[in-house]
């Protein structure tokens, strides 16, 4: 699901709250190691994306952040931030060339350039923090 993240709306915040769970407060983010990416430049993209990213002629880049329940890729197009919110349950991500990660749900998709250790350093703890929850090993309060 795509939405516009750009201004402080209480729906659209509960409705982030509900599929993909509340950020974490500052010292899990301290615990953690941070839960925000590096930026990402935008290779290829599925349609509704690439019809919002081409209004503009900014260069296509997103950051991603995790949350407890899954996660958020943010990008912006024009003056807006857009946000494709993503429940673990419904994310399937590949490495498909190297430094370029493709990250799916249902119909929409984002292909990533993620140079450096840093950009692969945290896709690989995204993929440790989706592989536990999806088995069962932490809990909603938990940390990795």
Do not use: W
């Amino acid at each position: 699901m795509i939405l516009n993240v750009s201004y402080n709306e209480p729906d659209i915040n509960r409705l982030i709250d509900e599929k993909v769970g509340k950020s974490y407060s500052l010292m899990e983010r301290l615990k953690m190691g941070g839960t925000g990416s590096p930026p990402f430049d935008i290779n290829a993209c599925s349609t509704a994306i690439y019809h919002l990213l081409i209004l503009d002629n900014n260069r296509n880049r997103c950051n991603v952040e995790i949350r407890r329940n899954g996660i958020l890729i943010r990008f912006r197009s024009l003056l807006d931030t857009f946000a494709l919110v993503i429940p673990y349950y419904k994310l399937a991500m590949y490495k498909t060339a190297p430094e370029t990660y493709s990250i799916h749900i249902d119909h929409h998709f984002i292909r990533l350039r993620a140079p450096g250790k840093a950009s692969d350093k945290f896709l690989r703890q995204l993929l440790t923090l989706k592989n536990e929850r999806q088995s069962g090993y932490l809990t909603s309060g938990d940390l990795k």
